[in-house]
Nanobody, 125 residues
Framework: QLQLVESGGGLVQPGGSLRLSCAAS????????IGWFRQAPGKKREGVSC????????NYADSVKGRFTISRDNAKNTVYLQMNSLKPEDTAVYYC??????????????????WGQGTQVTVSS
């Protein structure tokens, strides 16, 4: 059974940076695409970014393009989300999720089979 654990969240000032990690255990991530989602209070869960199982394909929500970078290290069974130039509207609980091989359309929640428990990101002065 694949288990995912997010880490790296916290409180940061606007314009700051954070790097989130999604560490997998139980199963190798080599065959899974990993998506990052976020959910702010009172809002729907939205897709932020995704990386294919090989790492050769990535996609991003328009709201984070140019600021966030997704990457993976299959040897460490970990996926990262580097978040720069953070804005207050980036405040949310961030989740990573896994689906087989390819990302498909960004942000399709039911397409993902495994989810982490989430990590809080708060952007505030």
């Amino acid at each position: 059974q694949l288990q995912l654990v997010e880490s790296g969240g916290g409180l940061v000032q606007p314009g700051g940076s954070l790097r989130l990690s999604c560490a997998a255990s139980g199963v190798t991530l080599n065959y899974y695409a990993i998506g990052w989602f976020r959910q702010a209070p009172g809002k729907k869960r939205e897709g932020v970014s995704c990386i294919s199982s090989s790492g050769g394909s990535t996609n991003y929500a328009d709201s984070v393009k140019g600021r966030f970078t997704i990457s993976r290290d299959n040897a460490k069974n970990t996926v990262y989300l580097q978040m720069n130039s953070l804005k207050p509207e980036d405040t949310a609980v961030y989740y990573c999720a896994a689906r087989r091989y390819s990302c498909g359309a960004l942000g399709i929640v039911p397409a993902y089979d495994y989810w982490g428990q989430g990590t809080q990101v708060t952007v505030s002065s």
